[in-house]
């Protein structure tokens, strides 16, 4: 699987505590050989970001992203707490 970051995230990422930074490596790691792994809870969103997907980084922090070309990309769009995103 491809990934990719928009500018929104990346901002998001410098400005996330290290400890945060490490964890979502971690995560990314994860994710990229097995996208539906239990620890990222994988899960579709309603609102804000209906059609986007969340994988969890850690008890509170979300990254959000968005499958594109067929499923073959995911394209993430933001990272914060459950708070900062889904206010």
């Keep these: 699987m491809l990934v990719k970051f928009n500018q929104q995230f ?3 990422y410098h400005k996330a505590p290290v400890k945060i930074q490490k964890a979502f490596s ?3 790691n994860i ?3 097995e996208q539906f792994h ?3 809870n994988n899960h579709a969103l309603k609102g ?3 059609g986007g ?3 969890n980084i850690n008890g ?3 990254a959000v992203y968005q499958s594109v070309n067929q499923g073959t990309t995911a394209y993430f769009i933001a990272l914060g707490t459950h708070g900062q995103l889904y206010k």
Excluded: C, N, V
């Design 60 to 62: 509170d922090w979300r």
């Design 26 to 28: 971690k995560r990314l």
């Design 38 to 40: 239990p620890l990222l």
């Design 53 to 55: 997907r969340s994988i």
């Design 48 to 50: 804000k970001y209906e």
């Design 10 to 12: 990346d901002k998001q």
């Design 31 to 33: 994710f990229i050989r």
